[in-house]
């Protein structure tokens, strides 16, 4: 049931180029230039008219609602806010039959997500699920959604549910661009071809498992960790904090790479590591920047950089390359690294992969 992996975590990893593909079989359409999502084009109308999209979620989903923030921003031009659902409906927050609200669920049963849709349903909101679980609470509870097709994620540490939200969020965000013209058909249809090779791209970068297993080797009596990322993948930065965390029991922070020097840098060392996402078209000169920063105070820097990087390699311990992408979609590479890094340190520490401790796979309760 394993196919042969040690663990659901390695399986559900090494199945994110099939389930990427999966997830925009049938709704990427290249040759024709279309993306076609029944969920989306029958609320077209819904969307268009939106003030604002408000995303809500928990833990990984709520990460890849903040990678979606970014992409719809810049792809769609609607302004969007991200949510915990624990905090949005407690909040009385302000919500009007304007609203399009996202709930973003792997299990679909997720309670704090749940009771969210029912608040934003009861002030007139849309609401629309992006769900994993067909048939689910949240995919019932919803006006209308799309799903990831990632297949069962056995796994507590969410993998390809990630991935696979942030595939769709991007199908929408592309549909929604086209329809309201803020994106040109060139553009759009440079998109379509781009998002068609990151499964290859996944792939490929796949093969760095050896790599990342030498470097988890080297840090895995760490106690501390630090996670940084700009633009697209400040979210990554977050997860990669997350899934360190839930699984190796080290204590890892995430954070905007430009936060640092507000606070973080003071916890830099020796024996820090810093986790770095500096993509070619991300931001790099900032990054770099705050690489320096990290080096100068002796922190030991894992840089996850684009193929062919040379300024990061001068200066970083170790640097994991990934494949050249639009920047926009490079969220859906710069996270495998980090969820290699993760399980290689979980196991040599001999945790429990997939059922960390005190942890369940769909927290049913608030
Ligand atoms: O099923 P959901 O996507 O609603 O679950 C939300 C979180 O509980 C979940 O992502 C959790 O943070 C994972 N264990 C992270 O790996």
């Known amino acids: 049931e394993k196919g042969g992996y040690e663990h659901f975590m390695l399986k559900e990893i090494h199945e994110q180029p099939r389930?990427?593909?999966?997830?925009?079989?049938?709704?990427?359409?290249?040759?024709?230039?279309?993306?076609?999502?029944?969920?989306?084009?029958?609320?077209?109308?819904?969307?268009?008219?939106?003030?604002?999209?408000?995303?809500?979620?928990?833990?990984?989903?709520?990460?890849?609602?903040?990678?979606?923030?970014?992409?719809?921003?810049?792809?769609?031009?609607?302004?969007?806010?991200?949510?915990?659902?624990?905090?949005?409906?407690?909040?009385?927050?302000?919500?009007?039959?304007?609203?399009?609200?996202?709930?973003?669920?792997?299990?679909?049963?997720?309670?704090?997500?749940?009771?969210?849709?029912?608040?934003?349903?009861?002030?007139?909101?849309?609401?629309?699920?992006?769900?994993?679980?067909?048939?689910?609470?949240?995919?019932?509870?919803?006006?209308?959604?799309?799903?990831?097709?990632?297949?069962?994620?056995?796994?507590?540490?969410?993998?390809?549910?990630?991935?696979?939200?942030?595939?769709?969020?991007?199908?929408?965000?592309?549909?929604?661009?086209?329809?309201?013209?803020?994106?040109?058909?060139?553009?759009?249809?440079?998109?379509l071809q781009e998002l068609e090779l990151i499964p290859q791209k996944v792939e490929q970068l796949l093969k760095v498992d050896e790599h990342v297993k030498d470097i988890a080797r080297q840090y895995l009596l760490s106690t501390n960790c630090l996670y940084l990322g700009r633009g697209y993948n400040f979210p990554v930065a977050l997860e990669g904090a997350l899934k360190l965390k839930e699984i190796s029991y080290i204590h890892a922070e995430g954070y905007p790479a430009a936060e640092m020097k507000h606070g973080p840098i003071a916890l830099i060392d020796d024996r820090m590591p810093v986790i770095v996402i500096a993509t070619s078209k991300g931001h790099y000169e900032k990054v770099v920047s705050n690489i320096q920063e990290i080096k100068s105070r002796k922190g030991k820097i894992i840089a996850v950089v684009t193929e062919g990087d040379t300024a990061v390699k001068e200066i970083a311990d170790h640097v994991i390359e990934i494949p050249d992408c639009e920047e926009a979609f490079s969220p859906l590479l710069t996270t495998i690294p980090l969820q290699l890094l993760s399980y290689h340190i979980a196991v040599m520490r001999n945790c429990n992969v997939d059922q960390p401790r005190n942890l369940a796979k769909s927290v049913t309760v608030e």
């Open 19 to 191: 389930a990427i593909r999966d997830t925009y079989r049938g709704r990427l359409l290249r040759d024709e230039a279309i993306i076609k999502m029944a969920g989306v084009e029958d609320n077209m109308k819904k969307f268009l008219n939106a003030n604002r999209i408000i995303i809500v979620a928990c833990g990984t989903s709520w990460h890849a609602g903040l990678v979606a923030e970014y992409i719809f921003e810049e792809f769609s031009r609607i302004p969007v806010e991200v949510e915990y659902a624990s905090e949005f409906r407690y909040r009385n927050p302000v919500i009007t039959e304007n609203d399009v609200v996202i709930a973003i669920s792997q299990s679909g049963e997720t309670a704090d997500t749940l009771a969210a849709i029912k608040l934003a349903k009861s002030k007139g909101a849309f609401v629309f699920g992006v769900c994993n679980v067909v048939g689910s609470s949240i995919a019932r509870e919803t006006h209308a959604g799309a799903y990831t097709h990632a297949g069962p994620e056995i796994g507590v540490a969410s993998t390809k549910a990630f991935t696979t939200q942030i595939t769709v969020l991007t199908l929408i965000a592309l549909r929604l661009a086209r329809a309201k013209g803020t994106m040109s058909s060139s553009t759009f249809r440079m998109y």
